[in-house]
């Protein structure tokens, strides 16, 4: 499985960007897709995650600005972000997950190259 996501950018505060991950490859074996987020100099961290069956999770910090989304038609996940904020300046990774969906990193076994999503105040 490999997976591309694209969409970041410099937006202000309060602005709204959506993410995308593409999936390739043996997509049929994807149970979930999830987001996570590093800052520079943090650790990175769980944004979102969505199950083959359409069940979806969230951080509690992004809860009710983030609403992730896909379409399996096009391998495709989306990750919908609006009332941006500067501490959500981070590079965004997509990965996904064979057979359980949890807001754990090493519960995803395919990542892909990240893209950089910038919030100036």
């Known amino acids: 499985v490999q997976l591309q996501a694209s969409g970041g950018g410099l937006v202000q505060a309060g602005g709204s960007l959506r993410l995308s991950c593409v999936a390739s490859?043996?997509?049929?074996?994807?149970?979930?897709v999830g987001w996570f987020r590093q800052a520079p100099g943090k650790e990175r961290e769980y944004v979102a995650s969505?199950?083959?069956?359409?069940?979806?999770s969230y951080a509690d910090s992004v809860r009710g600005r983030f609403t992730i989304s896909r379409d399996n038609a096009k391998n495709t996940v989306y990750l919908q972000m609006i009332s941006l904020k500067p501490e959500d300046t981070a590079l965004y990774h997509c990965?996904?997950?064979?057979?359980?969906?949890?807001?754990?990193?090493?519960?995803?076994?395919?990542w892909g190259p990240g893209t950089l999503v910038t919030v100036s105040s």
């Open positions: 990965a996904a997950a064979g057979t359980v969906m949890t807001q754990r990193a090493d519960s995803y076994g395919y």
């Open positions: 490859g043996r997509t049929g074996s994807i149970y979930a």
């Open positions: 969505i199950s083959r069956n359409g069940v979806r």
